[in-house]
């Protein structure tokens, strides 16, 4: 009977096992953080648009009733101006004195595998007339 005590080699699995296992811990870190700061990205682009649409008051409308409303092109043109001097895409919508805007963001994974290496993250924001206390 002869025993086999020659482990060379041994080794070789486990630190193929263990590396792959650090890849996969850096690319969910990397890869993670990327998809959070693309969540905040979209939604502070859909913030700060709502907001430069939220400036586009009806004065016409105003004068005359004393009710704020938007002028609706106005307030969708400059969000969606606003959205594109940042570099992103989304759609805005008005009703009333209200606005709703929608960014619509990619992040690539550079790290993690997978078939579609591409994150889709999408935020709304709104800039909403508030009663006045």
Do not use: C, K
């Not at 969540?39 to 709502?50: C, I, K, P, W």
């Not at 790290?111 to 206390?133: C, K, M, N, Y």
């Amino acid at each position: 009977m002869t025993i086999l005590t020659d482990e060379r080699g041994s080794i070789t699995g486990f630190v193929a096992v263990i590396a792959t296992a650090l890849v996969m811990v850096a690319g969910m870190a990397y890869d993670g953080g990327q998809i959070i700061h693309a969540h905040n990205a979209a939604r502070n682009d859909a913030e700060q648009a709502a907001r430069a649409g939220a400036q586009q008051i009806d004065i016409t409308h105003l004068r005359q009733t004393s009710e704020p409303r938007l002028d609706p092109a106005e307030a969708q043109a400059a969000a969606l101006d606003y959205l594109t001097q940042v570099g992103a895409t989304g759609t805005a919508s008005v009703a009333g004195a209200d606005i709703t805007v929608t960014v619509t963001r990619s992040q690539p994974l550079h790290i993690l595998p997978g078939q579609d290496r591409t994150i889709t993250v999408t935020e709304t924001a709104s800039a909403v007339e508030e009663a006045a206390p």
